[in-house]
């Protein structure tokens, strides 16, 4: 049974400071990784897609990707409040297989 | 503007009765999803389909149903084998066919059974 395993938080940290979130997947084979934030009562919506190693930055987001490690990561720089969510970590598998989810991770960003 | 439709946003039925949530999409997509979320939980593939008249079973498939007469629709029977079908309900498609390609979701059909 391919996994996707995060911490459920809840993640708290202060308004400006870094979150990091993290997650790791069992199939050794997975090729492409994404990052999506979900809201209270509301549909995930993607925020960040990753397919090779290293990192990839967009605005105040990076996604990391260490494929030997089996762990893909999320940084948000400069949280603010409205960051506050669900962030899902979901990978595909080696035969390009659908989506697996994780159970996500819930971040609070206090002002 | 293009997107995913999922109606209704909520529906409430009675224990033992189907019921379907449509899925509608115009965004050209080839592939269609179905995936359940209950509270605390991640997300779970129901059923998904690459083409028209094709569609695979998902890790819970056992209780649910599916058509896909049309690229545009992708409509889910709850069925009464279904032991547990109150939850969120979610729809998703993605272009070029590809499982590997990011999912656009809809606004989702939260489903009450009593």
């Known amino acids: 049974q391919k996994e996707v395993e995060q911490n459920s938080g809840p993640l708290s940290v202060p308004e400006g400071a870094i979150a990091s979130l993290n997650c790791t997947y069992s199939?050794?084979?997975?090729?492409?990784f994404f990052w999506y934030r979900q809201y209270s009562g509301k549909s995930p919506e993607l925020i960040m897609s990753?397919?090779?190693?290293g990192d990839k930055e967009d605005g105040r987001f990076t996604a990391q990707l260490n494929k030997a490690s089996q762990y893909v990561s999320l940084l948000i720089r400069d949280s603010q409040p409205s960051d506050s969510a669900t962030y899902l970590c979901a990978v595909t598998g080696q035969a390009g297989t659908a989506l697996i989810f994780g159970k996500g991770t819930t971040l609070s960003v206090s002002s | 503007d293009g997107g995913i439709t999922q109606s209704p946003k909520y529906l409430f039925r009675k224990e033992g009765q189907n019921v379907t949530l449509s899925c509608e999409q115009n965004l050209n997509h080839d592939a269609m999803y179905w995936y359940r979320q209950d509270p605390g939980q991640g997300l779970r593939l129901i059923y998904y389909?690459?083409?028209?008249?094709?569609?695979q079973k998902g890790d819970i498939a056992e209780g649910y149903s599916v058509s896909r007469e049309k690229k545009e629709s992708f409509p889910l029977t709850v069925t009464s084998a279904q032991k547990n079908p109150t939850a969120f309900y979610l729809c998703?498609?993605?272009?070029?066919?590809?499982?590997?390609?990011?999912?656009?979701f809809g606004n989702g059909t939260r489903l009450t059974v009593t």
């Open positions: 998703a498609s993605s272009p070029l066919g590809g499982l590997d390609s990011p999912l656009h």
């Open positions: 389909s690459q083409i028209v008249n094709d569609f």
């Open positions: 199939d050794r084979g997975s090729q492409s």
């Open positions: 990753i397919y090779s190693n």
